[in-house]
């Protein structure tokens, strides 16, 4: 009970960060869903010009320390669009993220940590 409360809490406060800050003028995420159990993330997004929205999956995320920088970690990731899965995993994730991590700034990443 506990876990699905801060879940919920947790996506509608990314959901809003990332409609504020990042997807500014491009599109708005609906939906933003974490199921820490399975180590899954959810994410629905409209962009401009879409009809329909484009739907994020990414498993087996967590965080980790490397040479005192933080990394979100993910066993895979996949967009409900085709072309934009191919591009994705083909060329975006082999050429800037090949060990399939992210830096993210560590104050983010203890919070998340501490969230997930």
Do not use: C, H
């Not at 995420?29 to 329909?52: H, M, P, W, Y």
């Amino acid at each position: 009970m506990f876990k699905e409360l801060k879940n919920k809490a947790i996506s509608s406060v990314v959901k809003y960060i990332a409609n504020k800050f990042f997807l500014g003028g491009i599109g708005k995420v609906s939906l933003f869903k974490i199921d820490s159990d399975n180590k899954r993330i959810l994410i629905e997004a409209t962009l401009i010009g879409e009809k329909e929205p484009i739907v994020i999956e990414i498993e087996g995320y967590e965080i980790e320390s490397y040479n005192d920088e933080k990394y979100l970690k993910f066993s895979s990731a996949k967009i409900s669009r085709e072309w934009m899965n191919k591009l994705l995993n083909d060329i975006i994730i082999p050429q800037k993220f090949p060990d399939k991590k992210i830096k993210v700034d560590k104050t983010i990443a203890s919070l998340i940590e501490i969230l997930i």
